[in-house]
């Protein structure tokens, strides 16, 4: 599925950290991987040495794994070099690390990391780093909600990132029962748990099985973006996968998305992954 996994480096320590997830999917998957630097207009010695740094330990850890990797450097807007070398490489994959500021605004908006999930042709990888000492998973939390779209891409970028570090995988669903508990909602019993489980989740455990993965299933309750971080620090996760959708990026704008509280207060590095089918 993925053939082609470009890495967005920079001069910031979460990029390489970042760059180590695609460099483990890569081989996963036996796919090229490329690692690529965009120099802007007004990156100064110290900015293009700690680049350059990164990209020659990356390149000489993907080589050492026997993977086909391409180093590309560009000057000029991150933005039109990334989308234009998306296109340029046939890049099915991007890997993405949020910048700090991207965290602190609101909803995401008017980042540089917003516009390339949005525009990119190719599928989006966007990595929270919390923890650049924890980046070989050994516990994989997938919340599930509603009809994510293309749950195939998604089942298969999760089992072969497991699979890269040989981590254990946790679906994880919570629908949302508890916002009026103390207006006389009580919280449901598992059982009653049970039955607001979608037909669409089970489906896509059994994506997971074909990867001769044995994900587990848990359940909770209460608002989707807080129950998923309490289940994370709870279980003591090492990465987060979440979904994303377009629609999802674009209405976040008015009412909020889980997607954006979880970027904020993930208590493990994220994973937010956007699926699409590939545009010309």
């Known amino acids: 599925m993925y053939q082609t996994i470009l890495a967005a480096v920079n001069e910031y320590s979460n990029s390489e950290a970042a760059a180590r997830y695609a460099i ?20 100064g010695l110290e900015t293009l040495r700690h680049a ?3 990209l020659e330990r990356l390149f000489m850890e993907a080589g050492a794994k026997g993977l086909e990797v391409e180093t590309i450097i560009r000057k000029g807007d991150p933005y039109r070099q990334l989308n234009a ?3 340029e490489k046939a890049v099915d994959l991007i890997f993405l690390a949020t910048r700090r500021e991207d965290v602190t605004r609101r909803y995401f908006t008017r980042t540089l990391a917003r516009r390339l999930m949005l525009h990119l042709p190719c599928s989006v990888a966007l990595v929270r780093v919390v923890h650049p000492g924890k980046i070989f ?32 995988v946790t679906v994880f ?14 919280p449901l019993s598992h059982a009653e748990l049970e039955k607001h489980i979608p037909p669409e989740m089970n489906r896509f455990m059994k994506y997971l099985e074909q990867f001769r ?7 909770g309750q209460g608002r989707a973006g807080r129950a998923i971080t309490i289940e994370a620090a709870l279980q003591k996760n ?21 997607v954006e509280e979880v970027l904020r207060e993930t208590p493990c590095n994220l994973i937010v992954l956007l699926t699409r089918a590939k545009r010309k």
């Open 24 to 43: 483990g999917l890569a081989q996963s998957c036996k796919a090229k991987l490329i690692l690529s630097f965009v120099a802007e207009a007004d990156a």
């Open 52 to 54: 350059d740094a990164a």
């Open 85 to 87: 070398l998306v296109r």
């Open 137 to 168: 998973p050994r516990k994989i939390l997938v919340p599930f909600r509603g009809r994510p779209p293309h749950p195939e891409e998604k089942a298969f970028f999760v089992a072969k990132l497991a699979q890269a570090f040989g981590a254990a």
């Open 173 to 186: 669903h919570a629908p949302e029962v508890l916002t009026r508990f103390f207006q006389g909602v009580r």
């Open 213 to 219: 993965l044995a994900p587990e299933r848990r359940l």
């Open 238 to 258: 090492d990465l987060i996968i979440m979904g994303a959708s377009e629609r999802g990026l674009l209405e976040s704008m008015l009412g909020g998305n889980p």
